[in-house]
Each structure stands twice: as structure tokens, then as C-alpha cells.
């Protein structure tokens, strides 16, 4: 979904990938990671000019180990 108000633009995000690699000293799990994100983003000058995100990917790579 795209959103857009004036100079602010808000998007969700989906994302998906395979922990195939160590990770900040996490072994990999070979698991497919799944999760979901908002971004926002201010317009200036037809350019972007700041960016926020936020996203559950933190909470969905934890839930690989349970």
C-alpha cells in the first residue's frame, strides 16, 4: 500500500529470505524469515529528504530458534 499526503509518502512493506549465513554470531538456521514493515519517507524537491522504518524482522529472526 502506498499512501500519499502533500510532501509525506507512507508504504508498507513485506519481505521474505533465507537465513543461510551466520548472522552477528548467529549460526545459520537455513529457515525462511517472513515479515512485514512500514516506511515513511518526507519529499523535498521532488527528492526524498528523510526516511523513518520500522519493521518486525527483529522479532520474526528470533522466533527462528524456537
Avoid at 509525506?8 to 551466520?22: D, P, Q, W
Avoid at 512485514?36 to 528470533?62: C, D, P, Q, Y
Wanted: proline share 2%.
Amino acid at each position: 500500500m502506498l499512501l500519499i499526503d502533500g510532501k509525506m509518502i507512507a508504504m508498507s512493506f513485506y519481505g521474505e529470505g533465507t537465513h543461510k549465513n551466520e548472522y552477528d554470531g548467529v549460526p545459520a538456521t537455513n529457515k525462511v524469515l517472513k515479515y512485514r514493515g512500514m516506511a515513511f519517507f518526507r519529499m523535498e524537491n521532488n527528492k526524498i529528504a528523510e526516511v523513518w522504518t520500522h519493521s518486525n524482522w527483529v522479532t520474526e529472526f528470533l522466533k527462528l530458534y524456537n
